[in-house]
Nanobody
């Protein structure tokens, strides 16, 4: 089993910053792709950003230039630095990790979600 523990959400004014963290633990051999998704009320869950174990990143167009995803492979942790936040960034943010267990089976795990609210 994979456990993902997220932290760093909260409330901030427009233009502010927040940093999300997600730590993966369990009997996992690899964390090939680590990413963040978000879901706003009444909307579908969407990809925000993801990063491979080699450091390749992808971002949603709406967050390019404002958000930065990074990871610490030794700590099995992924971060999302969010700057210049806008009210439309308000959502529940979910950590997602894809990889393999030591028994070679793949996994696709989700965190419990952390609320980010941007409001004046």
């Amino acid at each position: 089993q994979v456990q993902l523990v997220e932290s760093g959400g909260g409330s901030v004014q427009p233009g502010g910053s927040l940093r999300l963290s997600c730590v993966a633990s369990g009997s996992i051999f690899s964390t090939d792709v680590m990413g963040w998704y978000r879901q706003a009320p009444g909307k579908q869950r969407e990809l925000v950003a993801r990063i491979t174990s080699g450091g390749t990143t992808n971002y949603a167009d709406s967050v390019k230039g404002r958000f930065t995803i990074s990871r610490d492979n030794a700590k099995a942790t992924v971060y999302l630095q969010m700057n210049s936040l806008k009210p439309e960034d308000t959502a529940v943010y979910y950590c997602n990790v894809k990889g393999f267990y030591y028994n070679h089976r793949g996994y696709d795990a989700w965190g419990q979600g952390t609320q980010v609210t941007v409001s004046s």
